[in-house]
């Protein structure tokens, strides 16, 4: 069969051509499910489609299993940005971008091309899956649900069934919520989230929690069953930003504190691992801490190059003795290679999204670090009476628990 002749799925999510390594995670654990439940059901390998914003050399090279083009959401901000000069207030300016696309859509040939492109990307997919991480928490929203919507109405157009994989949602203003429970009321075939507080956000019935599709894709990552972490160093990641502002000097000096009373407790060095390039999140900022304030000093922090596969930080994983990390997926990743992950948060933003993280450890009361009001030396304690009661056995349950949902999901819409 010819490439051209053969099955097109469009997906569209949290990758949009940034560096940001959870994403691109999601992006080639998604293709992977996609291609296998295909393989599964006796259909032939598709062609996954991605649409995103911007990078398309860099990301087809990162992640050659998906065929990367631009979708909708380059055209509306294109044209929305050109609204700027009439100096409407926001909400008017997004309301007349959306209402006025058509004519910017009709109004050269190259913008005709792209449209007709897009058209029949949704027209000759069998289905459309919307994955992610958290791109319609409040802070972008309206960035990427715009653009979303007017997909889904091209997809009620051309009856091409939309799917919301499992995400975080929130959290999200009232009138952002009102949209999206809208949207997904009347134009979503059908939706599962990663996080229970999407649950009440959203008005679904309890059947559509999951896990996060990382952790679930253990056709990707091998589930591993017997591992005893072994007491080599500890992986850390502060990120730069809580993605509603940049980190504070308080809350990077709090994080070193917390460093110091744990290697007071367990006496292991230190290793900072990056969860994504400094355009996207700044992962070394933390550095420049420790090498300008002398009470500092005796933390030993060894910097690993940036991540670039999965494998390379699962493989440090499965010799570190545990993680305390700022990254929703750095966490993630650190359990799948073996070791107990310790989540640190800092704003709602971060909050939400740690809400019910215990359940990736299979409920064995995984401490959450808040870096507001923190006991540096009560939460070293805990970090390490965590560390050392910690069973990979029971990440693993919950593993092959959250592969059996992901894969029975994917036989659903596939």
Known sequence: MSDSSKLSILIIGSYNGQDSFGDKCLARCVAQQIRETCNFSGHQSPKIISHIDGNLETSQGEIPEVEFSTGISLLYWAWNNKLRHLHLPTA?????????????????????????????EIRESPLVYFYGGTQL??????????PLMITAFLCKLYQVPLYFGPQQYGPENNWQRWFLRTTV???????????????????????????????????????????????????????????????????????????????????LPFKLFQMSGSSFCDDTKLLDFVQSRPEFSDIHLEVLP???????LIKVASQAYGTISMSFHGCILSMIGGCPSVPVTSGDYYDYKYIDFDK????????????????????????????????????????????QQIKYWYKTIV
């Open 185 to 267: 009321k009347y134009l979503v075939r059908d939706i599962r989230v990663r996080n229970k507080n999407c649950l009440e956000l959203l008005n679904l019935s309890p059947e559509k929690l999951c896990y996060d599709e990382v952790f679930s894709c253990a056709i990707r990552y091998s589930v591993i069953k017997d591992h005893v972490p072994p007491k080599n160093f500890i992986l850390v990641n502060m990120r730069g930003t809580n993605f509603l502002r940049d980190g504070e000097s308080r809350e990077f000096e709090v994080f070193l504190n917390l460093l110091l009373a744990v290697k007071n407790q367990l006496g």
């Open 360 to 403: 990736y450890s299979g409920e064995q009361g995984t401490p959450l670090i808040t870096l507001g009001n923190l006991d540096v030396k009560q939460a070293a304690a805990t970090i390490s009476d965590y560390f050392s009661k910690y069973s990979p056995a029971k990440t693993a349950i919950a593993r092959e628990t959250a592969a």
């Open 92 to 120: 008017l300016q997004r309301f007349m971008a959306v209402i006025t696309l058509p004519v910017y859509l009709m109004a050269t040939q190259v913008n005709r091309r792209k449209l007709q492109r897009i058209k029949r």
């Open 306 to 312: 940036l991540v670039v596969e999965e494998a390379e």
């Open 137 to 146: 928490s409040e802070q972008w929203f309206w960035y990427n649900f715009i």
